[in-house]
């Protein structure tokens, strides 16, 4: 199975945050952003906009003098033991927080030995988390994650899949036809998020953003009731221009 990633804005951001992380761990003695930015190449704004996210994460910490080091988080996700762990905690305060500060529930989900899975999501009373009434991994044509996980694939890992789970009708809106979705999988620009205008559920939206580390298969979800539905494209481009700390910690 061929990928077709094509890079996105966030996906840039994680990259050049990965040089500011990998010149920052060569000295020891901390690096001020001056030096930084001599080092990486990256524009003042760039470098500023980064450092405040790394430092959020707590993959750098400045220290008095300025100079900038690696963070405990970094650390942990270093580490060999317990990697995994370290991983879920960190990913775990992220969606946390995009669930604040977006208002809607939020989710990973990741394309694995050819089946659709969410690894993990935050939600709570004020952002109700999808109501699983059909198996996921039986509806990616149905669903903002599952459209956004084929979207990764060639036009061969698509046909694949749609011959393994049939397409269903879900609700009115779900789309059964394998023409018509394999034509909008291939229109969908990477840059776009891909929505789910109750094509699953009645009286849920939700809308997704690819996050690609290596050869992975992913990407970040969000879910709001229909009454909060005018809400969607603003938040699902807050989610695609928040998606670089999701993409740099698994791509660490």
């Given at each position: 199975m061929a990928l077709k990633h094509e890079p996105t804005a966030p996906y840039h951001s994680a990259q050049d945050a990965l040089r500011v992380l990998e010149t920052v761990a060569r000295h020891s003695t901390g690096l001020t952003d001056t030096e930084l930015g001599r080092r990486t190449g990256l524009a003042p704004e760039r470098l500023t906009a980064l450092l405040r996210m790394l430092r959020r994460e707590g993959y750098v910490e400045q220290g008095t003098d300025g100079g900038y080091v690696t963070g405990a988080a970094l650390a942990r996700l270093g580490a060999a033991r317990g990697h995994e762990q370290a991983l879920r905690e960190q990913l775990q305060r992220i969606l946390d927080r995009l669930r604040d500060s977006l208002g809607a529930a939020v989710y990973i989900s990741r394309y694995v030995d050819g089946e659709v899975r969410v690894t993990q999501y935050a939600?709570?009373?004020?952002?109700?988390?999808?109501?699983?009434?059909?198996?996921?991994?039986?509806?990616?044509?149905?669903?903002?994650?599952?459209?956004?996980?084929?979207?990764?694939?060639?036009?061969?890992?698509?046909?694949?899949?749609?011959?393994?789970?049939?397409?269903?009708?879900?609700?009115?809106?779900?789309?059964?036809?394998?023409?018509?979705?394999?034509?909008?999988?291939?229109?969908?620009?990477?840059?776009?998020?891909?929505?789910?205008?109750?094509?699953?559920?009645?009286?849920?939206?939700?809308?997704?953003?690819?996050?690609?580390?290596?050869?992975?298969?992913?990407?970040?979800?969000?879910?709001?009731?229909?009454?909060?539905?005018?809400?969607?494209?603003?938040?699902?481009?807050?989610?695609?221009?928040?998606?670089?700390?999701?993409?740099?910690?698994?791509?660490?």
């Open positions: 939600h709570g009373p004020a952002a109700p988390a999808v109501n699983e009434w059909f198996d996921f991994r039986c509806s990616a044509h149905a669903t903002a994650v599952g459209k956004s996980l084929l979207t990764q694939l060639d036009h061969n890992g698509r046909r694949d899949h749609l011959a393994r789970y049939r397409m269903t009708r879900l609700t009115s809106r779900t789309i059964t036809s394998d023409k018509v979705l394999l034509s909008r999988l291939e229109a969908q620009p990477a840059t776009v998020p891909v929505l789910d205008l109750q094509e699953y559920a009645i009286g849920t939206v939700c809308a997704a953003v690819p996050v690609t580390a290596g050869s992975a298969v992913g990407c970040l979800a969000l879910s709001l009731p229909v009454e909060h539905a005018h809400r969607l494209r603003r938040a699902a481009e807050q989610l695609n221009r928040d998606a670089a700390p999701v993409m740099l910690s698994l791509a660490i």
